[in-house]
């Protein structure tokens, strides 16, 4: 078993490498049985994104930005069309193959930080990397640096109870990062969080993304946090309306 | 971060409801080994008495079970003092004997010529010093109260009846027993007494003999006559000074108990020949009592004792009643056990199944994060796993306590076919397979219910897990 997951997760760790093209979508569709009623939630999407990136997913509720950020997130699947991640065929993987695939290469947070309320900041960050395997001291140095990078060394043994909710998105988006992934993925992260803290997170994500060059990519409906963002893409009714390239020089891209 | 640790935390995070999970298993584990403690008790107990009255092994002439006690004159063991000393020569077997002993058994009827009354009696013909020293054995330190006999191996012609016996044999005054009264004597005499041959005529000889010998030392006790038949077939009296009754374990034996010095039995059965019923055998401890039947059963095969046939049966055999008793209370235990995994099992799965439901959102972003579906099983499983062996290991500490204060509180009962009342008492350690079973059986259907709500979890779609929230 253990031999197993080492050998599906040396297959997901390797074969991914650098690539030009972050996300590739063809002809992307979902379709959502609910009761009688069938919602095509994505109606053919076409989509290419690059490397470090600092994305928005934009559209009001109901137009699909959260289904294909899920998509994205390799935690659903689409009902037709072609998608590779980092150069793989997500559809050829199994659920072990997923799993391994998301847990090295993908970060979440989520609206509601979905921290684990049994374990204190520290112990929140430090759980993917348990799960990847990581040394213990290697574990904690990177904890502490992430934490720190994060501004919460000093809140690190608290547990997501005793953390304000801007404090528990910040202990989030370190979890997403300790494991050093090529992706986070943040679905309205800033949706629970008052304006001046919403603004503060969306400044935060930024400094990380310049600093671990890593790809960002938002749903949101806050038009006022996509003055950050390097790309928009504006979806509409399933179907990708415009997409957007800002010049943002905060953005840590990948000129090459 | 472990798995262990984390469950540990989550079964916290609804202390309550844990507590309470755990608590229902403490009581389950209590109820099995209180009554998994009795039956070890009964078990040993039942045991202890047997072996103290009947030994562990007896030698008989082939057939002597099932036709002996109707056909005296063809199943007996002639010079038996040949076979306890072939017995007593093999080193292997003697180390591990504890008592060997011959025994006479006889049926007849006793008669007390003085208050007109008989009765037919079924009897024990003993070496009494043999038969007290039988009554020590303790093997399993029951410390259960010996039921010695008050006969002595110098005085052959003294008798123990039952209290059944007793009544109706008119010998509660005489013999001071207690909550009996005799019956007034019967003047008129039925016509038809007189033309039956008379019990009292055919003891008459053996009785005027008896009360000049009486005259001569007069002596405690009541004189009855017993009539057996002889070996040969023919009709044999000699009469029995009663010098106590003792109550005997079930009514019918009571009615018609007689102990007596085993020269007497043999007199009276035998005539003056050195002939014995059955050889008694009593070892040391009773785990190496299947090596030693069939050792002896071996040694008896190879050696030729005057052309007689022998075989040995062990108290299991000869007594069939043991694993009646055993059987039943083992299928009550069984049934209980089941009974209380199933509420263990339900409880359990209750628990998990609402952690479950109150930790979807987590579940799918633990999933989201790159947790295996095995992964989440693992972490439900472990979390049943910690309520069993908390709930087992509490339940088994708890029982401890209970047992202890219970066996300190000096309660008493009566077992079935038990004349007197023995501690009650509650042996937890007499059998390591009780507590080590038990936990193990805790342990394991808690983790086995832990699967169903560990499985719900694991397969749970994860976009709508996490939306759950």
Redo the contacts between chains.
């Keep these: 078993?253990i031999a197993d997951?080492k050998k599906i997760t040396k297959e997901i760790t390797t074969n991914t490498g650098k690539t030009k093209i972050l996300a590739k979508l063809e002809n992307i569709t979902k379709t959502y049985q609910l009761g009688d009623v069938e919602v095509k939630a994505l109606r053919g999407i076409d989509l290419q994104l690059k490397p470090q990136q600092f994305s928005f997913i934009v559209g009001s509720s109901g137009s699909g930005k959260t289904t294909l950020l899920?998509l994205l997130?390799c935690?659903?699947v689409p009902t037709s069309g072609q998608f590779r991640l980092l150069g793989k065929d997500i559809a050829s993987l199994s659920?072990?193959q997923l799993?391994?695939?998301?847990?090295?290469h993908?970060g979440?947070i989520?609206q509601?930080f979905?921290l684990?309320?049994?374990?204190s900041a520290f112990?929140n960050v430090?759980?993917?990397l348990?799960?990847q395997n990581i040394p213990r001291k290697e574990r904690r140095e990177r904890v502490a640096d992430i934490l720190s990078a994060v501004g919460l060394e000093k809140r690190q043994h608290h547990r997501p109870a005793h953390l304000s909710g801007g404090e528990q998105q910040r202990v989030a988006i370190a979890?997403a990062l300790a494991k050093r992934p090529e992706l986070v993925l943040a679905d309205e992260p800033t949706a629970n969080l008052d304006s001046k803290t919403g603004a503060e997170i969306i400044k935060l994500m930024l400094e990380m993304q310049s600093r671990y060059k890593t790809s960002f990519i938002f749903s949101t409906h806050d038009s006022e946090v996509m003055r950050y963002a390097s790309e928009v893409i504006e979806i509409k009714d399933g179907r990708i309306e415009k997409i957007a390239t800002l010049n943002n020089t905060n953005v840590g891209v990948n000129h090459e | 971060?472990s798995n262990l640790q984390?469950a540990i935390?989550?079964l916290?995070?609804n202390g309550r409801r844990s507590l309470m999970t755990i608590f229902a298993m403490i009581i389950g584990v209590l109820a099995l080994l209180l009554f998994g403690g009795f039956i070890s008790s009964i078990y040993y107990g039942l045991q202890t008495g047997i072996v103290r009255a009947q030994g562990h092994l007896h030698i008989y002439p082939i057939g002597y079970l099932e036709y002996g006690s109707s056909r005296p004159t063809e199943y007996f063991i002639d010079d038996y003092k040949d076979v306890i000393k072939l017995i007593e020569n093999n080193k292997t077997i003697k180390q591990e004997i504890e008592v060997i002993t011959p025994v006479v058994r006889l049926s007849g009827i006793a008669g007390n010529y003085a208050a007109d009354t008989s009765k037919t009696f079924i009897g024990n013909g003993i070496i009494p010093s043999h038969y007290n020293k039988m009554q020590n054995w303790d093997y399993y330190q029951l410390n259960l109260k010996p039921q010695k006999i008050a006969l002595t191996d110098h005085k052959t012609d003294q008798g123990v009846v039952g209290f059944g016996m007793a009544k109706m044999l008119n010998l509660c005054k005489p013999l001071k027993v207690a909550g009996c009264k005799d019956q007034a004597l019967s003047t008129n005499n039925s016509p038809v007494d007189n033309d039956i041959l008379s019990f009292q005529d055919m003891v008459e000889s053996e009785k005027v003999a008896t009360q000049d010998s009486q005259q001569k030392s007069p002596q405690k006790g009541v004189q009855i006559d017993l009539l057996a038949s002889t070996g040969s077939g023919a009709p044999n009296a000699l009469s029995l000074t009663v010098i106590e009754a003792q109550q005997q374990g079930n009514k019918f034996l009571d009615d018609g108990f007689i102990s007596m010095h085993f020269n007497h039995a043999q007199n009276l059965v035998y005539a003056d020949k050195s002939r014995a019923s059955a050889i008694v055998l009593q070892l040391k401890n009773t785990d190496k009592m299947k090596d030693i039947q069939n050792t002896i059963q071996a040694l008896l095969n190879k050696v030729d004792l005057k052309g007689q046939k022998f075989e040995v049966k062990n108290f299991t055999e000869f007594n069939p009643q043991f694993f009646k008793v055993i059987n039943m209370f083992s299928m009550l235990f069984l049934f209980m056990v089941v009974v209380i995994s199933l509420v263990v099992l339900f409880t359990t799965i209750n628990t998990l199944t609402m952690s479950v439901m109150e930790r979807i959102?987590?579940i799918?972003?633990?999933?989201?994060?790159?947790?295996?579906?095995?992964?989440i099983l693992k972490q439900f499983f472990t979390e049943g796993a910690v309520i069993g062996v908390t709930g087992a290991t509490l339940g088994i500490i708890t029982s401890i306590v209970v047992a202890f204060s219970f066996n300190r509180a000096g309660l008493e009962w009566t077992p079935p076919s038990n004349a007197s009342s023995t501690s009650l008492r509650i042996l937890l350690y007499a059998n390591p397979f009780l507590l080590i079973g038990t936990w193990l059986l805790m342990v394991f259907v808690a983790s086995i219910s832990s699967l169903i709500p560990a499985r719900l979890a694991a397969r749970m779609n994860?976009?709508d897990a996490?939306r759950h929230?």
């Design positions: 078993m997951r899920n997130g935690i659903d659920d072990n799993a391994d695939f998301r847990n090295h993908i979440y989520f509601n979905n684990m309320a049994v374990l112990e430090e759980y993917p348990i799960l979890r | 971060m984390l935390r989550n916290f995070r959102t987590e799918g972003s633990l999933r989201a994060m790159g947790v295996r579906r095995s992964g994860i976009v996490i929230g």
